[in-house]
């Protein structure tokens, strides 16, 4: 057994920050680059005082998690750089069986969870601030109907439970203007229920017809607020590209991998927010939407993908 590339990226995408730099410093001591070994020692100790801040009071929880955030793509683009010059480097990694734990002895030991069984909590609410969620949709007029309306009022039922969370104004006939000026207002979910094609997202112009936001126009403007988002949800078929290019900004991202029906998607959504509302994790809501799909819907049951950090998440 042996820890890799892919394996320090599935702990990123786990959000276990230290534990992916920890490994990256034993790549890089491998590689015997001192340049590597270098960057990744910055990286160390960025993380080593963002958390010493954040303890102390000094920095407020966006800030904290806008440094988080950076941090975590400093360490991807040095694992792609890191992997580009020496792609067969990894650690050895005798599996322990009597655990759920790997001990992987490079230059110092290391101790990853394994990241198939590891529980994770990104995605709570922070209790110190109100989770604000951002529901936008589209129901062009050339366009099949779809339930947008019963839709968010799901969300509104669920959410309403529970005070940590904050439904911002709702956009039901989506122009790309609006979708920008919405944006400004700093979600930490955004839910977009509406069509999807394989080149992006389906809104609306000023005519109310269809008008298709690609996936490059998707990421340029997720890019912008990617610090503060914890989850997207595209309810929408054919949502998959889209999921995986934008989770590599490094958020939890949804889409459905083929068409979906309108009600499977009303149950998909309802389960989310059953879990979201009950103060679980996005892993763990997802966990509920499934459960409900599985029973009523199970020809939909495959169409639900989780990507974080550009990885297929195995849940």
């Keep these: 057994m042996s820890i890799t590339y892919k394996d320090v990226r599935n702990l990123l995408a786990k959000g276990k920050l230290k534990k992916a730099i920890d490994c990256s410093m034993a790549l890089a001591q491998q590689t015997n680059d001192k340049d590597h070994i270098q960057n990744t020692i910055s990286i160390s100790a960025r993380y080593s005082r963002n958390e010493s801040s954040y303890n102390q009071g000094v920095l407020t929880p966006s800030n904290y998690n806008t440094e988080t955030a950076r941090i975590t793509f400093s360490l991807q683009s040095e694992l792609d750089e890191m992997e580009e010059s020496y792609p067969d480097i990894r650690l050895s990694a005798p599996q322990d069986t009597s655990s759920n734990q790997k001990e992987a002895t490079g230059n110092g030991n290391i101790i990853i969870e394994d990241v198939k069984n590891s529980q994770i909590n990104i995605g709570k609410p922070d209790e110190k601030i109100k989770q604000k969620i951002l529901f936008l949709a589209a129901n062009p007029s050339n366009q099949a109907s779809l339930q947008t309306d019963k839709e968010y009022r799901i969300i509104s039922e669920r959410m309403r439970r529970n005070e940590y969370y904050e439904l911002l104004h709702p956009q039901f006939a989506l122009t790309i203007e609006n979708l920008v000026i919405a944006m400004n207002q700093k979600p930490h979910i955004v839910h977009f229920a509406g069509h999807g094609e394989q080149q992006g997202i389906v809104i609306t112009n000023d005519q109310n017809r269809h008008q298709l936001m690609p996936t490059g126009a998707l990421k340029r403007l997720f890019r912008q607020h990617k610090a503060g988002i914890q989850m997207i949800l595209l309810n929408a078929c054919y949502s998959e590209s889209q999921a995986k290019v934008l989770s590599e900004l490094g958020m939890y991202v949804i889409g459905m991998n083929n068409e979906a029906e309108d009600d499977a998607a009303l149950d998909f959504a309802s389960g989310m927010y059953i879990g979201l509302s009950e103060g679980k994790d996005v892993e763990r ?12 819907h199970p020809k939909f049951a ?11 998440l195995d849940i």
């Design 285 to 296: 809501a997802y966990d509920d939407a499934m459960i409900i799909i599985m029973v009523k």
């Design 302 to 312: 495959d169409l639900p993908k989780v990507w974080k950090g550009g990885v297929l």
